[in-house]
């Protein structure tokens, strides 16, 4: 990774300032945007974490660590309700997509603390399992994979709907053992009905305890694209300039040739599976920290405004927890809200589910 | 009269032209083949997909969340077991995304036994598949049924398991589906593919019109006095038959409940019809440990306790690993005619 002054690619004098990763360069505005997504993303959780062993939470999961490419899968997708927008298929690490879509950190710590104003589950489903219609984000499950499969029928819809659409979906390296992972390259690459899928496999070497490489011939996953004609490419996940490339060029494909792409991002988990393990941190490479030392050198910002970056955003998380607190808990009888859609027509259920018949 | 298999196929094209269908796909159910029972030959939105059933779910799943309406197949519900945390997750969607996703799909499969399938062809799903919340579950008995039960399904909101008794999909009704020519063999010429090449082929669909039937409403088969018997499926008509051989044998009148909508299930038929007789046996095939009746036997014990006046009963398939393919096992294993018959018999002569 090389910043702007001491990047060996040669730019006129009067470029627009930003940083470099070997050829690839984003300039400041977006890097400082990303910037704030990920710090945004990262303090969110963090205290998410402390939620879980104050009592504030019960459980967290998430994924620290993981910030650079997620915030610019957020910032570079197409946001909106229906197949003309990008359908999200995401797993349980994906709170910095969620802050550069725009969702505010107070509905996540709602959902963190189990109270009824979680908007994406009302206090029913873990940390981090996001959804939201007006976002085409789909109700993410704790199912290890499932989301791969789920991918292909989203993006069968776009294609024929015409327009650019996209199906991301993102997943851990370890859930990539499942045949849900095969199946989305099955059902993405059928001869003459190749699908827009953008295929994000996030790799931090790890599944709950275990190794990635203890379990899998340590080949690369994006490898396994390759039998199946499906273009990709291995990307420092950590490395926000060089995973922003990375998302332009798999989206472009995606949108302009209606075919699949793969992207492996190497990221780090900074604090292990998740609060079960005790969620402490780890040694691994941080990638908000490399950030903002490249940010620094390169002159794009001074430790002193990132100070103040971080302090105002510790400030809003702590706002945001003392909100989420005080709201309302479920009450006895929510439990039957949302199980069946209503159906006129039925004469056991008409309006909202009541218990058994 | 059409047979649930073709009841089953204009349907689905009635879903086609009328209910918003977009897809209706799963292992061979596209051309040549159709389906392997060919409930979607001719279907213009079927297609084949790969061998891969959890990949057909999630697939329909898919499609739903955007926007489509699709009718899936597994081609046997044997191999849906492997399916089954996808169909948990279907039917969560709504509840787990604080009711923001609705889920409408239809997921078809043939069950039960009776067609000699040995170990993987003759399973049964509505034990499993009524632990499903979140899904709507129907199992007809006849074709009107089938092509009734099936219109609902498609424009139901949920996801909806429209489970197909194998041994009777060839069996013709005795009441014509509305807009289905008289002429059976008119029918046949009309919406079933030639044996063979059939390239070139197209069905002339017959103008069919609109019938729902609703799901959780059970359709009394037969009114009696003596006792009820409440089945659905395969062992249905098995226990219309019992019914009608005993009361030509002794005179005995039974309510015989088809239940048709495993979940919901129309308790309020049950119940009336336990009130009114004091008598009641469950009939199916599935395995007899935590098996769907044993619910329903439950809720019997629960809230008609003092109305019953003999024990009830229930009678089921056997806890065994699976129907072997020499007729012997099959028959020792499910529920029979005479099996059905002996049970009848003996919950009347049950003194009280």
């Not at chain 1, 060996?8 to 050829?23: F, Q, T």
């Not at chain 2, 094209?13 to 897809?23: F, P, R, S």
């Amino acid at each position: 990774m090389d910043d702007q002054n001491a990047s060996s690619v040669k730019r006129p004098r009067n470029a627009p300032r930003g940083l470099a990763s070997a050829d690839q360069f984003l300039s400041t505005d977006r890097c400082l945007e990303l910037h704030r997504i990920m710090v945004r993303a990262r303090k969110m959780e963090e205290r998410m974490i402390k939620m879980s062993k104050s009592g504030e939470g019960i459980f967290w999961i998430g994924g620290p660590g993981e910030e650079a490419i997620n915030a610019c899968l957020g910032l570079q997708a197409k946001r909106g309700e229906g197949p003309a927008f990008d359908y999200f298929h995401l797993h349980y690490r994906c709170s910095a997509v969620m802050v550069a879509l725009g969702m505010e950190p107070l509905d996540s710590i709602r959902q963190m603390a189990n109270v009824v104003t979680d908007p994406f589950s009302r206090g029913r489903n873990f940390p981090s399992h996001f959804s939201r219609r007006a976002w085409n984000v789909l109700p993410v499950s704790s199912v290890i994979g499932i989301q791969w499969i789920k991918a292909p029928g989203t993006a069968l819809v776009q294609k024929r709907h015409g327009g650019d659409g996209v199906s991301i979906v993102v997943g851990g390296d370890a859930g990539t053992a499942e045949g849900d992972f095969q199946s989305c390259l099955i059902w993405s690459t059928r001869p003459q009905n190749e699908l827009p899928v953008l295929m994000v496999v996030l790799n931090n070497g790890g599944g709950i305890s275990t190794t990635h490489c203890s379990q899998h011939s340590c080949n690369n996953i994006v490898d396994r694209a390759k039998p199946f004609g499906i273009e990709g490419e291995i990307v420092d996940g950590n490395d926000p300039v060089a995973s922003w490339h990375a998302v332009e060029r798999g989206m472009k494909v995606c949108r302009t040739e209606r075919r699949p792409y793969m992207i492996e991002a190497n990221t780090s988990r900074l604090y292990g599976h998740s609060s079960s393990s005790g969620a402490p941190r780890t040694n691994d490479p941080d990638c908000i920290e490399l950030f903002e030392r490249r940010l620094i050198a390169a002159g794009l910002i001074d430790e002193s405004t990132i100070q103040t970056i971080h302090d105002q955003t510790r400030d809003e998380i702590e706002a945001a927890v003392a909100q989420a607190v005080r709201e309302a808990k479920p009450v006895p009888g929510d439990e039957h809200l949302f199980a069946y859609a209503p159906n006129p027509d039925d004469p056991t259920y008409p309006d909202d589910y009541t218990g058994l018949p | 009269m059409a047979t649930i298999v073709q009841a089953v196929r204009l349907a689905l094209h009635y879903g086609e032209e009328h209910l918003g269908v977009t897809d209706v796909f799963g292992e061979d159910v596209g051309p040549p083949l159709g389906g392997v029972f060919t409930a979607t030959q001719g279907l213009k939105t079927a297609w084949n997909s790969p061998l891969d059933e959890r990949g057909i779910i999630g697939t329909a799943m898919g499609i739903a969340y955007a926007g489509g309406r699709p009718v899936c197949e597994i081609q046997f519900c044997d191999y849906g077991f492997n399916t089954v945390d996808l169909l948990k997750v279907a039917g969560n969607q709504r509840w787990a995304g604080a009711g923001e996703f609705a889920m409408p799909l239809v997921m078809m499969t043939p069950s039960g036994s009776g067609i000699r399938g040995s170990l993987y062809h003759s399973h049964s799903f509505e034990s499993l598949a009524s632990r499903l919340a979140g899904w709507k579950i129907v199992m007809p008995s006849n074709p009107l049924d089938a092509y009734g039960l099936m219109l609902s399904a498609i424009a139901d909101p949920n996801p909806v398991m429209v489970l197909l008794p194998k041994a009777l999909l060839r069996q013709k009704g005795d009441l014509l589906l509305p807009g289905e020519p008289k002429d059976q063999d008119e029918l046949k010429d009309r919406i079933d593919a030639p044996v063979g090449d059939r390239i070139a082929w197209k069905p002339r669909w017959p103008e069919m019109q609109a019938h729902f039937v609703p799901i959780g409403k059970a359709s009394i088969v037969r009114e009696g006095e003596v006792a009820t018997v409440v089945s659905y499926g395969r062992t249905l008509p098995l226990c219309v038959q019992a019914a009608d051989q005993l009361a030509e044998e002794h005179g005995w009148s039974f309510d015989v409940i088809d239940l048709r909508s495993i979940f919901p299930y129309d308790w309020k038929a049950i119940s009336a019809s336990i009130e009114k007789t004091g008598r009641v046996l469950f009939v199916n095939e599935d395995t007899e440990v935590t098996n769907f009746g044993e619910h329903l036997f439950r809720r019997t014990i629960d809230e008609h306790f003092y109305d019953l006046t003999v024990r009830p009963r229930i009678l089921m398939g056997k806890h065994l690993p699976g129907i072997g393919l020499n007729q012997v096992y099959e028959q020792n294993s499910v529920p029979q005619l005479g099996n059905i018959k002996d049970a009848m018999r003996a919950l009347v002569e049950d003194p009280a």
